[in-house]
């Protein structure tokens, strides 16, 4: 069955740069959800789309951003860089308000 | 808001014996998912099981089975003849129903060691 695609898998990149991740949801799943998990800790919410329209907002920096495309992939871009950022972001995507989601094996930015 | 509370940092349990790691969880909503998920070395977020809180069943999948409490808030996750894979971070996690959003909050997690 196809999953959750999470691009790339793991990036590196320096202080005050930008990043670029990337999710493709699993077919006909409407809704993409985006969570960061720093080391060693839970996950948290940072922000989801439903129909290409942003549902709702959790603890995302104004310094990232995202949107859904009109092929349901998304993208969440990250400006200006720092230490602290470094995580891994998950992607999940879920039919609507089907109780649960599939989550992507999550990209491992390390910001150096 | 939503809260969810794991208590239990750590948990080990011998290979074939049986664990419960608990989850209580707080929230003003009459309907709601509970879930645990399992994050594996790997990092790989695993839906483990899911529960509705309008169902008064407990769910089950295979050697996996939940003690859900609506009026207690409680929600424990039973491991039955725990096998080495079984090792992991397990996380609890609750999801509203209604709202338009059904963003997860997470517990601490509990990391779960198997002794062979």
């Known amino acids: 069955a196809a999953g959750v695609i999470q691009s790339p898998r793991h990036l590196i990149k320096e202080k005050r740069e930008t990043a670029t991740l990337k999710c493709y949801p699993i077919?006909?799943?409407?809704?993409v959800y985006w969570y960061q998990q720093g080391p060693g800790q839970d996950p948290q919410f940072l922000i989801s789309?439903?129909?290409?329209?942003?549902?709702d907002k959790g603890s995302i920096p104004d310094r990232f951003s995202a949107q859904q495309f009109s092929d349901y992939h998304s993208e969440l871009n990250m400006s200006s860089l720092e230490l602290g950022d470094s995580a891994l972001y998950f992607c999940?995507?879920?039919?609507?308000?089907?109780?649960?989601?599939?989550f992507g094996s999550g990209t491992r930015l390390t910001v150096v | 808001a939503q809260t969810v509370t794991q208590s239990q940092p750590e948990m080990s349990v011998q290979e074939a014996e049986t664990v419960t790691l608990s989850c209580t969880y707080d929230?003003?909503?009459?309907?709601?998912?509970l879930f645990w998920y399992k994050q594996p070395p790997s990092r790989q977020m695993i839906l483990v099981i899911r529960?509705?809180?309008?169902?008064?069943q407990n769910a089950t999948e295979n050697r996996f089975s939940v003690n859900f409490q609506k009026a207690a808030k409680s929600f424990s996750l039973k491991i039955s003849d725990s096998q080495l894979g079984d090792a992991a971070m397990y996380f609890c996690?609750?999801?509203?129903?209604?709202?338009?959003?059904?963003?997860?909050?997470f517990g601490k997690g509990t990391k779960l060691t198997v002794n062979p």
């Open positions: 789309f439903y129909e290409k329209m942003q549902s």
């Open positions: 529960q509705e809180a309008y169902k008064q």
């Open positions: 077919p006909r799943h409407d809704t």
């Open positions: 996690a609750h999801s509203p129903t209604q709202g338009g959003s059904e963003k997860l909050v």
């Open positions: 999940a995507s879920s039919p609507r308000r089907r109780g649960g989601y599939t």
């Open positions: 929230t003003s909503e009459s309907d709601y998912y």
